[in-house]
């Protein structure tokens, strides 16, 4: 028999940004397809209309392409849209809607939403499971066609009958559910739109989907898809169900606790390759001590079996770790584009005043992300206002360190050789030497003089930046500061 090919979607519903559970979602399911050989599709569920944003399918479309996920099939921002964004196969879903109750698998349903109000009101007071009471099913057919005639609104349910319902996860085994808690779904509702569980069921089907791979909140919807694949007499896709994201304190990932659009994280300057090694390992492990994956490793190794059951925690410090990691082995010329978009939002960033390859080389060993990069580069464009304690330092007297900055002075008004890092350290290093100062007690005032930091990258890569007018403008504030003490 001919193996069938690996066909995976991710199925957004375009009702905002990129949540990060999404961008893992989608990357699973690339993962798995690529690793197949198989398909990915991206398909737009935009049923729901009052949750619909306009602006946000192209959103998860650029947010998807900067991450390089990048599908097989799916919409084209530049239209039509064509098969992949829902609200344009209406006329299938509805088609399909009357095959179903053509066979008695699914039936209207006139209630008002009084009525069902009212059921609801009274099994909650009973602590009843709030569902439908089936009312509609009882109609006759000149009841039906009467009230169709008269256009009154309507609703299509599927007709769920007493049993149970099972299916078998990839990730959590065997799910077995009483039907007697299975609602009779609406499928199609009163605006004319199918509900996401139809269109969904409709669409994985037609699309030829062999493994829908989506996350653990969707488990309940399960039942109801399987009884839909039933009705249509359809063998199902393989489903995996992929563990919750979690914040620290064990809650469901929310936007209280941090960011939980993909897009703020690459707006911080996280690199889209830190993100995607991070998320991945949030639920999968590849078995062993390995940590660091690009995405063509992740293809290599990614195994669905090995994703687990519980939540997965996400843990920002080792996104931080990761993040750093890659910025710090990243050619300097591939940070520029994204460094310069986050300083150019900075008030204290004057473009002209350093190089930029110089600035990224000086920090990029020592951030978080890009944005951390941009802060801390202000003290190059503004010397921060710091103490003279900080400058004198404990151990050291005022007196001895204005005498060192003095001397220091000095030594860079007459300084003839080039001014770069290397020849700036060993000639200073020399002539501390030769003065009988120690590194500890003479570089600290020179750095706390130039950076206005505690804590800064080396003095003398700083003061090769600044360059000379700078250096000694700032030693001359310093000697000032312990001039009015
Ligand atoms: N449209 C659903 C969502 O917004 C898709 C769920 C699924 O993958 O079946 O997540």
């Not at 375009?14 to 990915?40: S, V």
């Not at 959590?172 to 009163?190: A, H």
């Not at 039942?223 to 919750?244: C, E, G, Q, S, T």
Request: charged content about 25%; glycine content about 4%.
């Amino acid at each position: 028999m001919k193996k069938q090919t690996v066909r995976t979607r991710f199925a957004p519903s375009p009702t905002g940004f990129l949540h990060i559970g999404g961008l893992r979602t989608a990357l699973y399911n690339y993962l798995f397809a690529k690793k197949n050989q198989g398909q990915f599709i991206l398909r737009i569920e935009d049923t729901d209309r009052e949750r619909y944003q306009p602006e946000a399918m192209s959103t998860i479309i650029d947010t998807l392409k900067k991450f390089g996920i990048n599908y097989d099939e799916g919409p084209d921002l530049s239209g039509p849209y064509g098969p992949y964004i829902q609200s344009e196969r209406l006329e299938i879903y509805r088609k399909k809607i009357d095959e179903l109750i053509a066979n008695n698998r699914a039936y209207y349903c006139f209630c008002s939403s009084e009525r069902l109000e009212k059921i609801r009101t009274s099994q909650s007071k009973k602590s009843l499971p709030t569902k439908y009471d089936k009312h509609c099913l009882q109609l006759k057919s000149s009841e039906i066609n009467a009230n169709l005639k008269n256009n009154l609104p309507y609703v299509v349910r599927l007709k769920v009958d007493p049993g149970e319902t099972q299916f078998t996860d990839l990730i959590r085994g065997v799910i077995k559910v009483n039907n007697e808690t299975i609602d009779d779904q609406i499928l199609l509702k009163s605006d004319g739109y199918p509900t996401y569980h139809l269109a969904n069921v409709v669409d994985d089907y037609l699309m030829k989907i062999t493994h829908v791979i989506r996350g653990e909140e969707w488990v309940p919807s399960t039942p109801k898809h399987v009884l839909l694949y039933k009705a249509f007499n359809w063998d199902m896709p393989i489903f995996a169900h992929l563990p919750l994201l979690l914040n620290k304190d064990k809650s469901k990932l929310s936007k209280r606790q941090g960011d939980v659009a993909a897009n703020d994280y690459l707006n911080k300057g996280y690199l889209p390759e830190a993100i995607i090694n991070f998320i991945a390992l949030l639920g999968w492990n590849p078995g062993n001590d390995k940590e660091f994956f690009s995405l063509d490793e992740l293809i290599q190794n990614f195994d669905l079996k090995k994703v687990q059951k519980s939540g997965a925690i996400f843990n920002l410090d080792k996104l931080n770790w990761f993040n750093s990691h890659y910025i710090a082995n990243k050619p300097t010329k591939d940070l520029l584009k994204n460094v310069k978009t986050i300083l150019s939002k900075k008030d204290f960033y004057k473009p002209d005043l350093f190089s930029l390859e110089q600035i990224i080389d000086l920090f990029k060993s020592r951030v978080n992300n890009l944005e951390d990069l941009a802060n801390k580069t202000q003290f190059l464009f503004r010397l921060p206002d710091y103490s003279v304690e900080l400058l004198v330092n404990k151990k050291n007297e005022p007196k001895k360190v204005k005498e060192i900055l003095n001397y220091f002075l000095n030594i860079i008004l007459n300084y003839q050789k080039s001014w770069t890092t290397e020849e700036l350290k060993n000639y200073f290093d020399k002539k501390r030497e030769s003065a009988k100062y120690t590194r500890a007690e003479s570089f600290w005032p020179l750095r706390v003089a130039i950076t206005g930091l505690e804590n800064s990258p080396d003095v003398f890569a700083v003061m090769s930046l600044l360059g000379k007018e700078e250096t000694i403008m700032r030693i001359n504030i310093a000697i000032e500061k312990i001039n009015q003490i």
